[in-house]
Every structure is written in structure tokens, then in C-alpha cells.
């Protein structure tokens, strides 16, 4: 259930900002999709029409982008983190060879002995980094993938089963992402991460453009339907949200788009930041459900875009995860995982709220666009998990 809510004020009710172009824009969506639909296996994931959910929460129309079979690893992080690692073999190439080198030579494999030296690295809570073992199997280089204490055997398996050797460190999400970035410094690896810092923004800028692919083919796949006037984005680190965020802004500014930001509030580091002003840190006590969702660190660049572009920041608890995933299991055959109903059970809380309804402007001429950004990446897990989903069990 909703755990708290702050309405941000410094939205900006102008254009998308030329400076924000550096972090994400509508050209950089453009190559990254020209890229991702030649590789192999490629297909639109599913736009799903919740019609009767929507009928009882009294809204014209709900969107679910389902992610689930997004190629093999059932999660949009596919799209960042393999297109993050084809990125930076071409880049690394065009330095070694002094040449600029074709996404096609790499794929047919013409400088395999030079990218198999290459080690690609990075910490996850096992999407992004399946994604990124994924990429490093598909273009053939090394793969080295930190997870923390909580990360489930199921995810650690599936990005072992991708040929990555993955390392299991105490501490949360942020204390395998230290550690990673200084195993990387001192080993001479490559850290292709969906959080950016300080001296780190080249890789999260392409990930993020891999992210936008989902609304090249959302805007397709609507044909002649209205779009969204409310977006719910589930978030972590932020680089997700801030991609999608950043591409309405800029090509839908007039249609005034709410974004409404949905967080655990275990692991509430954006709203923290949009109460303080400023990009803070929360410390993670206790791990949520949403494991993608457990980060208490924002990214840079997502936070960039997100502090100035989001409506609302919203938080919720475990509580009805569960109930949500079984609810769209049951009702349509929708394979959702934990972070996958954040925003759903955020906008049904939010319908019990009148007050809250009206400030957000969520009536029954409201279309609702919300993203299941992954499917059963542990079976065992999911099934645990819709097997016993009464409240209170997990």
C-alpha cells in the first residue's frame, strides 16, 4: 500500500532543456533502436489493456507494457545493459584499431581475439547484470557480475548459465557497487553500469537510450488510442524512469504528461531527494520484495532528469505485491515479477485516496500507462511467491 507521497515542486513546465539532451534524447533513442531491432531474437514486447481494472477503478484506459518476454531474460534491462556492452566494444575497438568499426564486424565476429580480451563488469540485483552477461556472451568477451548477500540462487544461476562469473558479497545493492567499481579499477576491467556517478556517465547514457526502445514500439503498438496522460515508473537508481521521463518531455511536451515516480519504502532514495532538493542517500535496513527496486542510491543522471521532470514521487510497502502479481496472473494470463505491479499498486492505492486522486488529476477520462519491467527471472521464486500470496506471508 502507499507509504507516502510528495507532490515535486520544481517540475519544470518548459521544454525539454538542451543540457538534459546530453544525458537523453530523442536521436540517441533513434540510433539505439536502429541498433537493438537488427539483433537476433528481437520482437515488440506486448502492450496489454487492462479494460477491467479500469472499469473498476473508473478510468478511461490502463496500459501494461509487459517485458516478460523480452528476448530470453524476461526483463527490459535486455534492451540497457547488452546494448551498453556492444557500445563499449565499439568504442574500445575504434581506440585499439584507430578506425571506427561496424556493430556488423563485431556481430560476425572479425575482431573476436581482440574482444575476447575485453572483461565487461558491474553489480546487480540480477537483471542488469544477466543483461550484461548476456551482451558479453552475444559479442564475446569476458563477463565478471557482483551481487549482494540477498540476490536469489535463481538470478545468480541464470547469469552463471551466460557464461559470467559471479561473485556474492555481503552488504545491500550500494555495497557490491563499491566494490565492483574498485575490483574494476584494479584489475583493468570495464564497468558497464545502469547507475552513473561522478567520473562514470558514458555507459548509463547508452543504457538509458536501449530503454526508450520500449515507447518507440508503445507508440506503435497504441496506434490510433489516446497516450498516456499519467505514467507510473517504478524505481530503483532512477536511470529507467529518467529515460522514459526524458523522451515524453521532449516529444510530448505539449500534451503535459504526469510522471509519477513509485518507490519502496524500504528503499525510498528519489523521494528523498526531491524532499531535500538535492540527490541523497537512504540506508537499506531491510530488503523489499521489489528487489530490483532496492537501491538507496540514486543514479546521477537519472536524478538529473527526474528532479525537474516528475510530477510525483510515491512510496509503497510489500503488503500487496503479492495479491497484484497473482491479480494479473489470474485475470490476464500476465507473467508479472515483484518490481514488474509497483505501479499498479501504487495507482489502486491511489484511487482509495480522493484527495490524493484529484491533486493527481486521475479521473475517469485518465489513460494510465504502466510498465511490467520483468517476468519470472526465478521461476522458483515467482512461483513461491504467487503460491502464497495472502497478505503478510512475504
Known sequence: MLT????????????YPKELKKIISLKDSELAFEEINKWKGYNSTPLHFLDEIASELGINEIYYKDESPRFDLKSFKALGGTYGVLMFIQNSLKKEIGDIVSTKDIYSGKYSKIVSKYTVTTAT?????????FGAKLFGCKCKIYIHAEVSLGRKEAMEELGAKVIRV?????????????????????IISDTSYKGYTEYPRYIMAGYTVMIKEIINQLKDKPLPTHIFLQA??????????????????????KIIIVESDLAGCLIKSAQTGKMSSV???????????SCGEPSLLGWEILKSGADYFVTINDDLVPKTMKLLLDNYNIEAGESSVAGLVALMDINNDQNL??????NEQSVILLFGTEGATDLKLYQSIIQNNKLGII
Do not use: Q
Open 283 to 293: 540506508d537499506i535496513k531491510k530488503e523489499t520484495i521489489m528487489a530490483g527496486l
Open 170 to 190: 555481503s552488504g545491500n545493492y550500494d555495497e557490491s557497487v563499491h566494490i565492483c567499481k574498485n575490483e574494476a579499477k584494479s584489475n583493468g576491467w570495464y
Open 357 to 362: 486522486k484529484n491533486k493527481m488529476g486521475i
Open 236 to 257: 530503483g537508481v532512477g536511470s529507467f524512469p529518467g529515460a522514459i521521463c526524458g523522451y515524453f518531455w521532449e516529444r510530448f511536451h505539449e500534451h503535459d504528461i
Open 125 to 133: 540485483d540480477g537483471n542488469h547484470g544477466r543483461s550484461v552477461a
Open 4 to 15: 507516502e507521497h510528495f507532490f515535486n515542486r520544481n517540475k519544470l513546465k518548459t521544454p
